[in-house]
């Protein structure tokens, strides 16, 4: 039998589909109007927080991240600063993997702080990839440069970690069953 299971494979797919489909229609909309770059983040690190929770092995947030950013470039082949997000998933899937999973959702106290601070360091990195390779200097220059750059990704990052820790606290609430997990 293979490392990911046929349901772990499938809920990797779906929240890969959740997040590049979504992301590709939605959050340029929202940068045009706002100009902020937070939606992105807020679509992405709430649904690795939940993939994470839900599959709970080393690869699926990559899994996840780089799926996204294959969909995300079917359906906007200009969009290369996708890539940054597919760089901060890994940095997810690594975060996650070091507090170890059974650690980390064992404690829901621990696990919400966990969830929030992998969140906010991915969409920071996230920030840091884009705002590095693919923004020009004066779009940067109006937001403080790469660093104020990711700090604006670390705020959607914010966003994205409450948004997933309420997530998966719902599901834990309505006993839905991890995947693999005897509760």
Not at 12 to 18: T, V, Y
Not at 126 to 143: D, E, H, K, S, Y
Not at 154 to 180: E, Y
Request: one cysteine or more.
């Amino acid at each position: 039998m293979g490392y990911f299971s046929s349901r772990e494979v499938a809920a990797i797919a779906l929240f890969s589909a959740f997040w590049g489909v979504s992301n590709s229609i939605f959050s340029p909309l929202v940068f045009r109007v706002f100009g902020l770059p937070i939606l992105c983040d807020m679509i992405g690190f709430a649904t690795l927080t939940v993939a994470v929770w839900w599959i709970r092995k080393f690869g699926a947030a990559t899994g996840v991240g780089f799926i996204a950013t294959v969909i995300n470039f079917v359906f906007n082949p200009g969009g290369v600063h996708f890539l940054g997000f597919a760089a901060a998933s890994v940095v997810f899937d690594v975060m996650t993997k070091l507090i170890g999973y059974d650690r980390l959702f064992r404690n829901k106290l621990f696990a919400r702080v966990s969830m929030l601070l992998v969140s906010v360091l991915s969409a920071a990195v996230a920030g840091l990839v884009i705002g590095t390779l693919f923004m020009t200097g004066p779009a940067l220059a109006n937001w403080g440069g790469v660093i104020g750059w990711a700090m604006l990704h670390a705020i959607g990052g914010v966003i994205a970690g409450l948004i997933g820790i309420a997530l998966i606290t719902a599901l834990d609430i309505r006993k839905v069953r991890k995947m693999d997990v005897k509760s």
